[in-house]
């Protein structure tokens, strides 16, 4: 395969040499644990050497922040402190629920859209802005050859690329439905991070470009007009974890046959997980209301609602035609008696929305499903739903992902131009016991502090607010102690000859780190909260 990105040798690299990062997903405990992983490779000073730069969902909420940081000149310490305060003050979902029906007047045809309103809470001031990618792809204080930010289109199912590459012929979009850097540089990063990070069941697709936010001088029409006709429907984009929640097939593919590839760091928050999904208990009792008891009972309310009405209208009339009515009487008859008719009505809307509801099945299972749904009890009836979506929703955040990381990981190391050239900066990495390892470098085993953090890392929800502070914490920092362990790790197993003695390449590094990690390990280095109180 012929690259679409070629390194360039104009810049030196420190002693790993130039090196290629992926974001995976996971909400908040991604951008947190993320962000920690990134502050350790500046500390130790490996966070210039980074070329490339691929991002999922939580994992872009974090590229996308650092991207912007450099395209304003500003030093990592500096965005480190306002994007950590950032994930700490803002619960990206409430705040988007508090949004979802604002700005809209009673003849608007924009429904509401909880994944818009996230889009619009990214675009605040103190985030995103309105920054558009046009700024990413015209950027030159960027140390990036490849910057890769991931969703997954539904149409075909394949990962749909929002990119600056070196290469001016680098694809943005995918093979189907081509973005033209001419539309692109018009899309505003808050859009970006929304599509990037709209998981299935939290959010509905984002419709690009329909759904899009376009400055006044590059309306829709515009866009429209410059892309191709595929999109007039609108392209539903979803969260590239979907697809690759790590983000890796797009590094390979974009320094894929170059000369002297990359290392390819891919920081991963996905969790192991004993058991993916449990069933539910059952209730105690199934009760003895069934559905065709509900439906027997919807009749007689019906028809009780509906006589009740006409009595009252009727004494009603009678009233003001014998000229007794008082302003008593509209408590006593008119407003009675239109409730009852609400209810009535309300009854029959009802009816009629099941009856198309079974209409379709009828039509899909080419049966009446009524007959047999019409012996439940409601109480089955409600544990047959929760089964059946909860079931779903550990198919698609757990089952498919966990079988789609698995694909993608073989493919990692299978991959000959990224032999020695690869380091999995798993969340859980501190857990794992490797006697054979530990054995020959006592030093190197996490003590039983750093394996309690990396567990506690790992029980945080995918969620996109912190419930308290203590949780950023406990990410951050499991994100900086994971990574000094992984790239000694890295060093060991794959560097052999290179560090051992003074005055080889990685000699100066293993210090360093081996100096970190004893800080670590003894439980001497600052936590997170001290240390960004001291800067």
Known sequence: MSSESTLSTSKPHGPLGPIAVSLSGGGYRAAAFHLGTLRFLDTVGLLPDVVGLSTVSGGTLTGLAWVVSQIDGKPFTEFYDGYSAYLKRTNVIGEALGELTSNRDHISHNWASLIRSAADVYARPDFLGDRNLGEVLGASGLQFQEAIFNSTEFHTGLDFRFRRSNNPAALLGNNNYRLPRSVAQHVRLADIAAASSCFPGGFEPLVFPQQFHW????????ALGELAPGFNGGLPLMDGGIYDNQGVDSLMLAFEGTPNPPTLLISDVSVQQDEIYNIPENPTKRGWVTLNGVSWMGWGLFFLTLASAAILAWHGFKAARAGTWSPEDYF????????????????????????????????TLDMDAWPSFMKLTVAELAQMLVLRVGSVLALTSSVFMKRVRGLVFDRVYKAQDFKDRRMSNLIYALTVNRPRLFTEYPWLQPGPHLVALSQQACQMPTTLWFSDANQFTT????????????????????????????????????QRLRKEWAGFNQGVRAPEAQRSVAA
């Open 215 to 222: 400055p006044q001088d590059f309306p829709l029409s515009a």
């Open 332 to 363: 006593l008859y008119l407003v009675p008696g239109a409730m009852t008719a609400s209810v009535a009505a309300a009854l029959v809307w009802a009816h009629r929305r099941l009856h198309d509801v079974n209409a379709m099945l009828r039509k």
């Open 475 to 510: 990410l951050e920092s499991a994100g900086e102690a994971t990574i000094c362990y992984v790239l000694l790790r890295h060093i060991i197993e794959h560097r052999k000859g290179q560090y051992e003695s003074e005055g080889q390449p990685l000699y100066g590094l293993f």
